[in-house]
């Protein structure tokens, strides 16, 4: 009793967190969250109250009352008053990461902090409510595993729903020692490194080239650009869709040339296109071949239960489409990506690998099965110093791993 009178007086005296604690008291005593109906009304005064409410829509207490974009409006009106709290600033990172929000680096530097100070902790505190966990296990042991083999420092692996754009499970870790931690990946350089699955079908778009066109890449070497193997003598003459199944970066610059001429800005506009014009690289790619798994319809990434968000219904024609399905099954069945061919079902898959300084690679490969009715798009991302590097290599045991577990 004499506790209710003296938090009365304070609200008496102007103290809106005395007005909170008051109005809440019987549900906090009763050891739950405050009820919606209450907090609401005074979300607009008392910048608490907008924590509280965030903390009801991200799940955090039922997770029948998620709904993340409420959740995120409240985080974001908490943080303007300095309430949002470690974990709540980790949850919203993790949503602006998930979601492809643009933000600026500095704001991700404060959120960074606010969360606790490390990429570690900031993962651990914004766990995703929706990701299925024990595929995140799986995952989690299997790429630990594959850095361990390949003495690899950095691995992300995402499994995307095709058809509604869902994001089932995402997992990031780097190495440090012996250590492996949760961390956040920033890297946005990519649009710099020549695309393999995107090119093929900005090539095929223009009508000029088909799969069979044949390009001779001689030993290796035009100008500035090598192929893999150059040392080995080369690929010869090859057809585009042998370029596409073995990265012929030869290949591909001929081909570009014959295709765009000396227009690079429209051929780059086309690969932004594809990529949905996506600020995050890696996000952009991974709705970019989970739209070639849709035949074409580009859906938004997003959280699982979200209304699934059409941003293209046809990036291609079907023809070119179905041209570069062709070409990303033979890529496992016949080029550098065979590591990724599961006993179970046939997938489809293409990748790429690229220095991103002097000394340190990153492996990227994306795919999804089974290759002709598909129902997940994976996408696997390594980085280690030195070579070997290879992504059909390295990150292809993940993505076999993956395929087979979804499968089972």
Request: with cysteine; proline share 3%; charged share 25%.
């Amino acid at each position: 009793i004499e506790g209710k009178r003296l938090i009365g007086l304070a609200v008496e005296q102007g103290s809106t967190f005395a007005e909170l604690l008051l109005t809440v008291l019987s549900d906090w005593r009763g050891g739950k969250s405050p009820s919606i109906e209450v907090l609401v009304p005074l979300a607009d005064r008392i910048p608490l109250a907008c924590k509280l409410l965030g903390d009801v829509y991200a799940g955090i207490e039922d997770k029948d009352m998620t709904n993340e974009d409420l959740a995120a409006m409240y985080y974001k009106k908490a943080d303007e008053q300095a309430c949002l709290g470690k974990r709540a600033a980790g949850w919203l990172l993790n949503y602006y990461m998930a979601n492809g929000v643009q933000v600026g680096e500095q704001e991700l530097t404060r959120l960074r902090a606010l969360s606790g100070g490390t990429d570690a902790e900031v993962q651990e505190a914004a766990q995703p409510q929706h990701n299925d966990l024990a595929l995140e296990d799986v995952i989690g042991v299997t790429l630990s595993n594959e850095m361990e083999n390949f003495n690899a420092d950095k691995a992300i692996a995402y499994v995307v729903e095709t058809k509604t754009g869902w994001i089932k499970a995402h997992v990031s870790l780097q190495k440090t020692g012996n250590e492996f931690s949760p961390y956040i990946d920033t890297f946005s350089e990519e649009n710099l490194t020549m695309h393999g699955a995107a090119t093929y079908l900005a090539l095929l778009s223009t009508g000029k080239i088909s799969p069979d066109y044949m390009v001779d890449t001689g030993c290796g070497i035009y100008n500035d650009v090598k192929d893999h193997n150059w040392r080995r003598g080369g690929y010869g003459e090859i057809n585009m869709e042998f370029a596409l199944t073995h990265r012929s970066l030869v290949g591909y610059t001929k081909a570009i040339e014959e295709a765009f001429g000396g227009d690079y800005a429209t051929y780059e506009r086309t690969i932004s296109s594809y990529h949905n014009n996506h600020p995050n690289q890696m996000l952009g790619m991974l709705t970019f071949y989970n739209a070639v798994a849709n035949g074409g319809k580009m859906v938004e990434l997003a959280t699982e239960g979200k209304d699934v968000t059409v941003i293209n219904e046809q990036i291609a024609d079907k023809e070119y489409i179905e041209a570069l399905q062709r070409g990303l099954r033979h890529g496992v069945t016949d080029g550098l990506f065979k590591k990724t061919a599961s006993e179970f079902t046939e997938v489809a898959a293409c990748g790429r690998t690229f220095m991103i300084d002097k000394k340190t690679w990153r492996m990227e490969l994306c795919g999804y099965f089974p290759a002709d009715n598909p129902e997940y798009t994976v996408m696997v991302v390594m980085e280690k110093e030195g070579i070997p590097a290879s992504a059909g290599g390295m990150c292809g045991p993940v993505m076999h791993e993956i395929v087979d577990t979804l499968m089972q």
